[in-house]
T-cell receptor
């Protein structure tokens, strides 16, 4: 059974810091891995998706990497800003199981001005 | 346009009521999803429709009844809910080779 874990559960950093959020999964047979951002009480915003065959994806100040063999993904945020404060979720789509998607519990990020 | 819309934004219903949640997308996506999210928890998958056919049902109680009338619309019919069903209900869609899921803003449901 695929399990997804995110560490740390919460993180508080001063503005301008570079930071790394971690996501680990137990079964390396994945179709893709997607990182989302969620503001309180809102829906999820897609940040980056990494296909099984890819190693990383970049969008602006965000970079996501994938290492299937070790069951890990990282989300790197450069030069953090107060507007980055949100919960960050990673979600794994297993290779089998159709459209099934399994989420980690998320990392709550607070960037202090 | 990568928008998924959901109505209503908020819903309060009694345990004997019947109500429906609606979701719409016009991205041509052929997979649509319902998730339930409790406070400070990740979304939990409830149902997936693929090409308007129910593909996944994660052992959801029958008081939740999904419907996909066409490729753009997804409904969730609610009947005889319990207070513990109060949550944020999220709709998502995905399509194409990337499989990126796009989420709607959610419906905040309170069962009294």
């Amino acid at each position: 059974k695929q399990e997804v874990t995110q560490i740390p559960a919460a993180l508080s950093v001063p503005e301008g810091e570079n930071l790394v959020l971690n996501c680990s999964f137990t079964d390396s047979a994945i179709y893709n891995l997607q990182w989302f951002r969620q503001d309180p009480g809102k829906g999820l915003t897609s940040l980056l998706l990494i296909q099984s065959s890819q190693r990383e994806q970049t969008s602006g100040r965000l970079n996501a990497s994938l290492d299937k063999s070790s069951g890990r993904s990282t989300l790197y945020i450069a030069a953090s800003q107060p507007g980055d404060s949100a919960t960050y979720l990673c979600a794994v789509r297993p290779w089998t199981g159709g459209f099934k998607t399994i989420f980690g519990a998320g990392t709550r990020l607070f960037v202090k001005a | 346009d990568t928008e998924v819309t959901q109505t209503p934004k908020h819903l309060v219903m009694g345990m004997t009521n019947k109500k429906s949640l609606k979701c719409e997308q016009h991205m041509g996506h052929r997979a649509m999803y319902w998730y339930k999210q409790k406070a400070k928890k990740p979304p939990e998958l409830m149902f997936v429709y693929s090409y308007e056919k129910l593909s996944i049902n994660e052992s959801v109680p029958s008081r939740f009844s999904p419907e996909c009338p066409n490729s753009s619309l997804l409904n969730l019919h609610l009947h005889a809910l319990q207070p513990e069903d109060s949550a944020l209900y999220l709709c998502a869609s995905s399509g194409g080779t990337s499989g990126i899921q796009y989420f709607g803003p959610g419906t905040r449901l309170t069962v009294t």
